[in-house]
């Protein structure tokens, strides 16, 4: 009853660190992103990738790089940690079978990310 | 664009209250509407979602409706519970190619929702 699992929960960095968010997903999911997550602003997309091999970017993906080498696992790297990057971050995944529209899109519970 | 606004909060309500939580949206296409829930230190829970106008989602006493005329997708519960409280929301998919949504989601800002007893 795994679904979508993130680590680490929490995490502080100083400025200029670098450190990956895991995320991986035992649903055989084609499509898997990342989301940040901000007061009063919602969840923003950072970036998505529609299967193993591909990715592209979302709404806010400067400083953020990922990779997608299995169709489990989704990786988000900080190159170098800024405190704008203070946020919550959420791994989500769906799939294709649902054919088309409505996909439920399952999310991790969240990583709590603070730099300073 | 697309876009999503959500009613400004907090809401704060007493228990049995009845609670709406209005959303507009802006899109280009055809999207697909969901609402989401966030309890208390965990990520986000499919709450229910329509995929095309005048559809209706329920799940745990809430509703919305798919009103493509007012592009709304309002959020209605008849008598809320203090485990309701959350914060609430609301987003679309649209269509990619191929029409999947790709998993890429527009959300509003959320609404945080306290009920006392």
């Known amino acids: 009853n795994a679904g979508v699992t993130q680590t680490p929960k929490f995490q502080v960095l100083k400025t200029g660190q670098s450190m990956t968010l895991q995320c991986a997903q035992d649903m055989n999911h084609e499509y898997m992103s990342w989301y940040r997550q901000d007061p009063g602003m919602g969840l923003r997309l950072i970036h998505y990738s529609v299967g193993a091999g591909i990715t592209d970017q979302g709404e806010v993906p400067n400083g953020y790089n990922v990779s997608r080498s299995t169709t489990e696992d989704f990786p988000l790297r900080l190159l170098s940690a800024a405190p704008s990057q203070t946020s919550v971050y959420f791994c989500?995944?769906?799939?294709?079978?649902?054919?088309?529209?409505?996909?439920?899109?399952?999310f991790g519970e969240g990583s709590w990310l603070t730099v300073v | 664009g697309n876009s999503v606004t959500q009613m400004e909060g907090p809401v704060t309500l007493s228990e049995e209250a009845f609670l709406t939580i209005n959303c507009t949206y802006t899109?280009?296409?055809?999207?697909?509407l969901f609402w989401y829930v966030q309890y208390p230190g965990e990520g986000l829970q499919l709450l229910l979602k329509a995929t095309k106008a005048d559809d209706k989602g329920s799940n745990k006493g809430f509703e919305a409706t798919y009103r493509k005329e007012t592009t709304s997708f309002h959020l209605e519960k008849g008598s809320v519970q203090v485990s309701d409280s959350a914060v609430y929301f609301c987003?679309?998919?649209?269509?990619?190619?191929?029409?999947?949504?790709?998993?890429?989601?527009?959300f509003g800002q959320g609404t945080i929702l306290t009920v006392h007893p």
């Open positions: 989500a995944s769906s799939s294709l079978l649902d054919r088309g529209i409505g996909n439920t899109i399952y």
């Open positions: 899109a280009t296409g055809y999207p697909s």
């Open positions: 987003a679309l998919s649209d269509l990619g190619a191929g029409g999947t949504s790709y998993g890429k989601l527009t």
